[in-house]
Each structure stands twice: as structure tokens, then as C-alpha cells.
């Protein structure tokens, strides 16, 4: 039985045609590609980033008057290229929940119920929705599941109202 060289790395469902070839559908090939290509990008970066801030601290080592300008110029251009090339992986690492921010509330999706936190929040969300007035259709989420902000639905409930035509 012949196999298409591209299948045997790839993992999930394949079927075969009637040569007995397995068909491997494009998402499989991009999604394993992607995965390799954003390690690859990141490994880069990381390096790039590192490279940089080696650069500068050699920069200000190696020069005799550490605050003339020419020093702060390419110290600082050696330090802002460095956090550009450093941002992508932290925002990969953020996005992938494997980067602990500090002093930022986690979600309890993430976290997990806790008796005193769900009972906290319990209480919260009675009192909210007490003072909120009773949406008239289903509440609007955005793109990653979360509530719209009141004056977002106000913004969309007159959206949604018919116009009124000028006569």
C-alpha cells in the first residue's frame, strides 16, 4: 500500500481513494505546518532578542563614559529592537496560558471554582443583573465569549431600530 509522503508526520483522520493513496486534506497540512512554523518564529525571536540585549550591555561595558550620547543612542535602538523581537513570543506564551502574568485576575474558567470566590461571585452577579434592566433578546458576546459593555448593547439596540426617513 503506497502513502502520501506528507501523511505519516500528520495525526488525526485520513481517508484513501481508490488507489489506496491516503488523501490528507490541506487544514492537516496547515495545521501542522503552522505549529512548526510558529516555534521556529518564536525560537528566532528569542535568540534575536537575546542577541540585542547582549549587544547593548557589551555597548555599555565596553565604552569608557557610559552617558555619552552616542552610548544612550545605541543602547536605547539595541533595547527597543530587542523588546520587538521579544513582544511576539510573550503574546504567544500569553494567548497559549502558559505565561503567569502577576497581579492579573485570572478568570474561573482558568482558575477553577473556588467556595469562597464562586460565592463572591455569586453575589456579584445577583447584584448586577438586579441593576441592570432586563435585556429584551439573548446577551451579545464577543469574539472570545465574553459580555458586551452596556453602552456597546446600547450602541447595537439602536442599530437594530428601524430609521426613520426625512420627509
Known amino acids: 500500500m503506497k502513502r502520501c509522503p506528507r501523511s505519516r508526520n500528520l495525526r488525526g483522520k485520513r481517508s484513501s481513494n481508490k488507489e489506496g493513496l491516503d488523501i490528507v486534506t490541506t487544514a492537516e497540512i496547515e495545521s501542522t505546518g503552522m505549529r512548526a512554523e510558529t516555534a521556529v518564529l518564536n525560537i528566532l525571536c528569542v535568540v534575536a532578542a537575546i542577541a540585542l540585549i547582549v549587544f547593548a ?9 557610559f552617558l555619552s550620547i552616542d552610548n544612550l543612542f545605541f543602547m536605547t535602538v539595541f533595547l527597543v ?4 523581537f521579544a513582544i511576539n513570543p510573550l503574546l504567544y506564551l500569553k494567548s497559549q496560558g502558559k505565561l503567569p502574568i502577576p497581579f492579573m485576575k485570572r478568570s474561573a474558567s482558568e482558575d477553577g471554582p473556588t467556595k469562597l470566590g464562586s460565592a463572591r461571585e455569586a453575589q456579584l452577579s445577583a447584584t448586577s443583573t438586579a441593576s441592570q434592566p432586563a435585556a429584551t433578546g439573548p446577551a451579545l458576546l464577543d469574539a472570545k465569549g465574553r459580555p458586551v459593555p452596556s453602552d456597546v448593547r446600547q450602541i447595537m439596540d439602536r442599530m437594530k431600530q428601524p430609521r426613520q426617513e426625512d420627509v
Open 81 to 84: 529592537l530587542a523588546l520587538m
Open 57 to 65: 550591555v557589551l555597548k555599555a561595558l565596553s565604552s569608557g563614559d
